[in-house]
């Protein structure tokens, strides 16, 4: 590529056009809801492309410099005759010739052109249609891959560049613009007489008994557009609940999708830019230049049978003559003819439903064959998955989010646990303030100090769009492999936590930074909720999703933190671990020891732990604690008197200067360890 497609991306926004990115050697795009985000800022221009490979869309219509564009797409792909119904067209009207070649246009990969036209502002702008075989028009509600851009078919490339209309982007020849405004409004639907629609359906189910039914209303209650989707060669695609997509004959799921079908109201939804000949008369209108085509009466009789007819017939001579045909409904009874529902006895190469879920179906020695997850921590963590650790606020949750995190990065045996080695990217999202003496206190006790263990200052939102993208794509440069989120409270901010579809949104990102990462493990750190004993707080839905899981309890830490394995989907729960804190003379801070090893402290020493314990516990993990607060909770906990409490936070301060934040305001407390 001549140019990155990020400086490409800021040379087009700065005419008006809003980009946006597309995958990588895809022309789909590469965010949710593009309409929306394309943009012609440039500093959300910098977030949405800080992923190098990818290609760049343009949104169609509206622009920011007082014009709309829409693009005429010359397709030749697959022997599509685009070319020759353009070269039909500029010979009625040689003034669009002329435009077109003086005009911003492209050449894109699989041989055919993009033809860039302005429309001033407040006059139509032609929808997204195809008004001839082989050209279709991005206007609208559509959008067009642009240079640098690649795909498996090769590049796409500037034969004009792009500059401002009526010097690089001309406006559109009246003639052009007649043309296509007439072609966006839908055609009236022909008028097929009753008796023609009967003799169709007779004709093709020929030794059907239709009982009290008339051949429409038979046709009606045992097939569905659907099943005619499926024998034109539509493709089907991802399922959501009883919304099905679907892409039409000739094109693939890289190139987009060409429709909705609602399997609860039979109702398909068809939204590609090109409308398919079978589409052209009926139905109605959508924002986007599509049509909305609601069941068998827009289907089946408005189009008078002509397509189905066809699919059904070649069905019908694939299948045995002695294929029983079961009709439902009033004078039902078994009968000889061709059957949509007889699925098995259909040609094995022809396209169906279940293809894909068949392809996919593993034998009893093929699922033997698959190799068990790959531990990075043995018992706890492993290799490409989601996992979250909870417990209460200042309970000794990041302590043991630390130590698995250093333990990783220098692939030492976390306590009687095997590691294997790897990256590390700690997003510290409540602050570093505290992480130094921690980190300090670990290569201390460990005698050992990580290369691979990064730190994120500050939050990332993984809630929001932009700020995700940013965190996605440094996965993907750094490849680690232990992402930790600490906490997820704070890089989630906006989200409604007991909801599902908030909660589903964040598991997704946190799985796209796994892939992201290679396969890597996203290890969230959360709080827990008013009833700890349901676990972590919020939505069900993160629990279902976590691959392990593991549970902090630390009221009594520093003295003793208990860590509990309280999941595994895959494999038995490890036993639980006790710590205490070790004080660490050089840091001032603590490192975690198994509690079966825990040394005599002094009864000085004992009583500061006892204070800080005190601290912590009513700590929200937002909101610094008050001097009387804290005086109130260490009489009520320990019987302390108010002179020793003063005297004894004194010392607590000049002995360990690490473990409590005193700087937010005076007379106010956060506990750092």
Not at 93 to 113: I, L, M, Q, Y
Not at 384 to 409: E, T
Request: contains cysteine; aromatic residues 8%; negative net charge.
């Amino acid at each position: 590529m001549n140019h990155s497609t990020k400086t490409e991306a800021h040379a087009i926004a700065a005419e008006g056009i809003r980009v946006f990115p597309c995958r990588p050697n895809d022309k789909r795009p590469a965010i949710n809801a593009w309409p929306e985000k394309a943009t012609c800022e440039p500093g959300k221009i910098d977030i949405l492309f800080a992923n190098e490979d990818a290609n760049l869309g343009l949104r169609c219509g509206q622009t920011a410099g007082g014009y709309d564009i829409f693009v005429v797409d010359i397709d030749v792909k697959n022997d599509m005759p685009g070319e020759q119904s353009w070269a039909d067209f500029c010979d009625e009207h040689p003034e669009v010739r002329d435009a077109a070649e003086k005009t911003v246009s492209v050449s894109t990969p699989s041989g055919g052109w993009h033809f860039y036209f302005a429309v001033p502002d407040g006059e139509p702008c032609p929808r997204n249609s195809n008004p001839w075989p082989g050209v279709d028009i991005r206007g609208e509600g559509g959008y067009v891959v642009a240079p640098p851009s690649r795909t498996p078919d090769g590049e796409y490339g500037w034969v004009r560049d792009m500059w401002a209309p009526n010097e690089g982007v001309l406006f559109a020849p009246p003639a052009l613009l007649e043309a296509l405004i007439a072609r966006s409004e839908p055609p009236a639907a022909p008028s097929v007489p009753p008796v023609v629609r009967q003799e169709l359906i007779v004709s093709t189910f020929t030794g059907v008994n239709y009982g009290d039914d008339n051949p429409i209303d038979w046709a009606k209650r045992n097939f569905s557009v659907y099943d005619f989707l499926l024998r034109q060669g539509w493709q089907p695609g991802k399922r959501r609940g009883e919304q099905e997509e679907m892409t039409r004959p000739g094109k693939n799921g890289r190139d987009g999708t060409s429709a909705t079908f609602h399997h609860d109201s039979n109702i398909v939804n068809v939204h590609t830019t090109t409308i398919p000949a079978e589409f052209a008369n009926i139905g109605s209108p959508t924002r986007n230049g599509g049509y909305t085509i609601n069941g068998f009466d827009g289907w089946m009789i408005e189009n008078g049978y002509r397509v189905e007819t066809e699919a059904m017939s070649a069905i019908r001579q694939q299948m045995p003559a002695s294929a029983p045909f079961l009709v439902t409904g009033s004078g039902a009874e078994t009968v000889q003819g061709a059957s949509l529902m007889q699925q098995g006895a259909l040609d094995p190469e022809t396209t169906r439903p279940g293809a894909r879920i068949v392809d996919m179906l593993l034998d009893t020695d093929q699922l033997d064959q698959i190799t068990p997850p790959e531990p990075l921590v043995d018992g706890w963590l492993f290799r490409d998955s989601l996992a979250w650790m909870f417990g209460p606020s200042g309970q000794g949750k990041s302590f043991v989010a630390v130590d698995l995190a250093m333990h990783v990065g220098t692939g030492q045996d976390w306590h009687g646990h095997s590691v294997n080695e790897g990256t590390v990217l700690y997003m510290a999202a409540e602050g570093v303030a505290g992480m130094q003496s921690r980190t300090s206190a670990w290569y201390e006790a460990n005698g050992k100090r990580p290369t691979d263990v990064y730190w994120l200052p500050e939050a990332v939102n993984m809630y929001e769009p932009m700020s995700s993208l940013e965190m996605i794509d440094a996965c993907r440069i750094m490849q680690p492999d232990l992402i930790i989120i600490d906490t997820l409270a704070r890089a989630s901010v906006g989200a409604e936590e007991n909801s599902a579809t908030a909660a589903g949104i964040l598991i997704d990102n946190m799985d796209q930074l796994r892939t992201a990462a290679g396969g890597a493990c996203v290890l969230m750190v959360h709080h827990t909720g008013k009833d700890a004993g349901q676990g972590g707080r919020g939505s069900s839905a993160f629990k279902g999703a976590m691959e392990s899981e593991i549970e902090v309890q630390g009221s009594e830490f520093p003295r003793l933190l208990t860590v509990k394995n309280t999941k595994q989907k895959n494999i038995e729960q490890s036993r639980p671990l006790q710590f205490f804190g070790e004080h660490q003379l050089i840091s001032g801070s603590l490192a975690l020891r198994l509690s079966n090893a825990e040394p005599e402290r002094s009864e000085g020493e004992v009583l500061d732990l006892d204070m800080y314990a005190c601290l912590s516990d009513i700590y929200d993990g937002i909101n610094p604690v008050t001097s009387s607060q804290w005086r109130r909770s260490c009489e009520a906990t320990l019987g302390m008197a108010e002179s020793t409490f003063h005297r004894r936070k004194k010392v607590l301060f000049e002995a360990h200067p690490d473990w409590v934040d005193l700087t937010t305001k005076k007379g106010y407390f956060i506990p750092l360890i």
